[in-house]
């Protein structure tokens, strides 16, 4: 029925029958709300250039339909610039696919499990760069040829010192296997090796082009979707490098202190504006830097919300924020790093941003790093609506966590990206006086 109770969606996304302590899927497929397979085609004119504007409105109505999500967030991730033709596209795709290949080669040249449908969790050098034999690890590179994984070390040291850049990349090669190892494993998608395989591939390969922040632990969760929802890894690829073009920031660290606290900075100062009896109750019980929220804006809310529903929660989110320059600032820019400082795009119009950056765009509402994402208005939202419980039963740090932790599949993501945007807006407004 049109505007209906809708679909269920969870059989996109299959679950082991054995896990029985996944949360439901709040997210229902709404005809005549979520973006479906005929409206997104619709959106396309002749040429291939597509009406984003129009699209946006219709994500945050309902979402996206699971069967063209991967398409969808190609735009929405800035992969594609929504002027381009139909042409244009296919050449950039089979150009980024080229490049990613040539990528991988280049690893695998180094590390030849790369690309094998296998994948490690044990180190298979020492931190100065020496041969580890240790029998799992012997068993984790034998490539079933007639030699074992010690061929491997022979061929290794036989060039002499490694370089500092592959002593690193191979040392982060098998905790990026222990995280695959426990990402999404409720899926009856990483039951099958070679997904698992596929995951490890994209992050070993992300680790040796960025060269910044390479990999770290979170990252597995955030790159998990895309593997699912585009079957090309190369295509997987570049949608997981575009993502970690808005956050990786999050993960760079100095030595004293890690990106993302400058965001728990900004959430405090929101929380202060917003609701200042909870932040001083927060700063009472010793929670003043917020350290309790690090996660939530690290793996973007995937723990706090059902697989299905923080993929709703993602779409949402990058339609509200969508800026039109995506594409252009990131092309005109290297892979492995963040928007390009100074850059000057095309005069854009309003109409096609997102919600959350016309307000940004009318207000003034950025920082000297840039606009703040709204993953910090929508830990302010969540915050805002536990308020009274946390006020009323949290009296230590611990009870603030376990509070955060039980609302774990009971959030609703559409609620809690309206409650950011009025965050947001009260902000803005009560910012410039």
């Given at each position: 029925?049109?505007?209906?109770?809708?679909?269920?969606?969870?059989?996109?996304?299959?679950?082991?029958?054995?896990?029985?302590?996944?949360?439901?899927?709040?997210?229902?497929?709404?005809?005549?709300?979520?973006?479906?397979?005929?409206?997104?085609?619709?959106?396309?004119?002749?040429e291939g250039s597509l009406d984003i504007g129009k699209t946006l409105r219709r994500i945050r109505r309902g979402g996206i339909h699971p069967s063209i999500r991967g398409e969808v967030w190609e735009f929405l991730l800035g992969?594609?610039?929504?002027?381009?033709?139909?042409?244009?596209?296919?050449?950039?795709?089979?150009?980024?696919?080229?490049?990613?290949?040539?990528?991988?080669?280049?690893?695998?040249?180094?590390?030849?499990?790369?690309?094998?449908?296998?994948?490690?969790?044990?180190?298979?050098?020492?931190?100065?760069?020496?041969?580890?034999?240790d029998p799992l690890v012997l068993q984790e590179i034998n490539l079933g040829t007639n030699?074992?994984?010690?061929?491997?070390?022979?061929?290794?040291?036989?060039?002499?010192p490694l370089d500092k850049k592959i002593i690193q990349w191979l040392l982060t090669l098998h905790q990026i296997g222990l995280d695959v190892n426990r990402t999404d494993r409720t899926l009856v998608f990483y039951e099958k090796k070679e997904n698992l395989s596929?995951?490890?591939?994209?992050?070993?390969?992300?680790?040796?082009?960025?060269?910044?922040?390479?990999?770290?632990?979170?990252?597995s969760d955030l790159c998990s979707p895309m593997i699912i929802l585009l079957e090309d890894e190369a295509d997987a690829f570049w949608c997981f490098e575009r993502l970690m073009r808005r956050l990786r920031g999050n993960f760079r660290s100095t030595g004293r202190s890690v990106g993302v606290e400058a965001q728990l900075t900004h959430l405090s100062s929101i929380t202060q504006v917003v609701d200042p009896k909870l932040h001083q109750h927060l700063d009472k019980l010793g929670g003043g830097d917020y350290l309790f929220a690090i996660r939530m804006?690290?793996?973007?809310?995937?723990r706090e919300f059902s697989f299905c529903d923080s993929l709703f929660l993602w779409e949402m989110m990058w339609a509200l924020e969508y800026d039109p320059d995506l594409f252009d600032v990131y092309e005109a820019h290297q892979c492995g790093s963040e928007k390009t400082e100074g850059f000057k795009g095309k005069t854009k119009s309003i109409k096609q941003c997102g919600k959350y950056?016309?307000?940004?765009?009318?207000?003034?509402?950025?920082?000297?790093?840039?606009?703040?994402?709204?993953?910090?208005?929508?830990?302010?939202?969540?915050?805002?609506?536990?308020?009274?419980?946390?006020?009323?039963?949290?009296?230590?740090?611990?009870?603030?966590?376990?509070?955060?932790?039980?609302?774990?599949g009971n959030l609703d993501a559409k609620k809690t990206c309206s409650g950011a945007i009025k965050i947001h807006k009260k902000y803005l407004r009560k910012a410039k006086k």
């Open positions: 029925m049109w505007g209906g109770v809708g679909e269920p969606a969870d059989s996109y996304y299959q679950v082991r029958p054995e896990c029985t302590d996944v949360p439901k899927t709040r997210f229902k497929i709404k005809p005549g709300k979520t973006l479906s397979v005929r409206k997104w085609q619709a959106a396309f004119v002749q992969c594609y610039n929504p002027m381009s033709t139909f042409e244009e596209r296919e050449q950039t795709r089979q150009r980024r696919r080229m490049q990613y290949a040539s990528w991988k080669e280049e690893c695998k040249q180094m590390f030849p499990v790369i690309g094998s449908g296998r994948f490690i969790t044990a180190p298979v050098i020492t931190e100065n760069g020496q041969p580890n034999y030699s074992n994984g010690s061929d491997f070390f022979k061929e290794l040291t036989s060039r002499g596929k995951l490890w591939d994209i992050l070993s390969v992300y680790a040796w082009i960025d060269n910044d922040v390479g990999y770290c632990q979170g990252m804006l690290m793996v973007q809310f995937r950056e016309r307000q940004n765009m009318r207000n003034g509402g950025k920082t000297a790093e840039g606009p703040l994402p709204i993953s910090v208005f929508l830990v302010a939202s969540v915050l805002k609506d536990k308020s009274y419980k946390l006020m009323t039963e949290a009296r230590g740090l611990d009870d603030v966590v376990k509070i955060l932790n039980d609302m774990t």
